[in-house]
């Protein structure tokens, strides 16, 4: 109560002090209800307002050390995650004629939203909407390690390819299997184009020389230094990635065995 008591008085003598010689008699009606509320003396003014301003200075203080001694938390730009969304809408849309039914496959983790993930699945979507002949008939989910050290299951891959073989085009967001040559052998003789984003292979080209895979879009080793900040979705996307083709796949350096000869 004795809290009440000095915010009341607090308030009286703003009031008092400066609404008073400004507006008169207009305030004139609330000093005897604080009065009656509050039940202080004439006495007590000087010891709530000193309490009262003291309470103001100290929780200012706070605020201002906290905003000057603990460093803001980085802000993650989303963009590159955008642009890739957004090219990847415009190339499957090419590849397919602009019409058809497509399947996504998308990647399902524990925890929080992981914007590398879930940014790219979510401006695809925005961005196909611009494609009113295009229809994402199903979303397979693949359960994905928070830390993404682990590929996709062959098993889950085939499976898919088995269940959509009348699709225009599976989209994955989650890479590529890596595939023995048993698992060649299992690959349906029709099966759809298939479309990978954003997740780097290692032996991406025996899927192209397979011919499993018609696009693929992967980050550049490093990427590239513009002279001005990108401003358009394509831009960012040029900044951070690359589509792969059949044209072009033979350019990409060459790392470890290729999976035609895996064990």
């Keep these: 109560m004795w809290l009440f008591k000095i915010l009341g008085t607090a308030i009286q003598e703003v009031v008092r002090g400066l609404v008073m010689p400004v507006f008169g008699g207009l305030f004139r009606p609330i000093l005897p209800w604080l009065q009656r509320v509050f039940k202080f003396q004439p006495h007590e003014i000087k010891r709530p307002i000193v309490a009262g301003l003291a309470v103001i200075v100290i929780a200012g203080s706070g605020v201002w050390i906290y905003r000057t001694q603990v460093p803001p938390t980085p802000k993650l730009n989303l963009k590159p995650f955008e642009g890739l969304g957004t090219v990847l809408a415009e190339e499957v849309a090419k590849r397919i004629d602009d019409k058809g039914e497509i399947v996504l ?19 695809f979507r925005s961005a196909l909407k611009a494609h009113s002949q295009i229809q994402i008939v199903a979303t397979e989910t693949i359960d994905v390690p928070a830390m993404m050290m682990a590929a996709m299951p062959a098993d889950q891959f085939l499976a898919c390819l088995n269940r959509h073989p009348r699709v225009a085009a599976i989209v994955s967001f989650v890479g590529l299997p890596p595939l023995r040559e048993s698992d060649w052998e299992k690959l349906p003789a029709r099966r759809p184009k298939v479309l990978v984003a954003g997740i780097s292979n290692l032996n991406i080209k025996s899927f192209f020389d397979h011919d499993l895979i018609q696009m693929a879009i992967l980050p550049h080793f490093m990427p590239r230094a513009n002279a001005t900040e990108p401003q358009t979705a394509r831009e960012w996307f040029e900044r951070y990635y690359q589509i792969v083709t059949s044209d072009n796949v033979a350019q990409l350096p060459n790392f470890g065995p290729s999976s035609r000869t895996a064990n």
Excluded: M, S
């Design 105 to 123: 496959l998308v990647a399902r983790h524990a925890g929080g939203k992981i914007p590398a993930l879930d940014v790219p699945v979510e401006t």
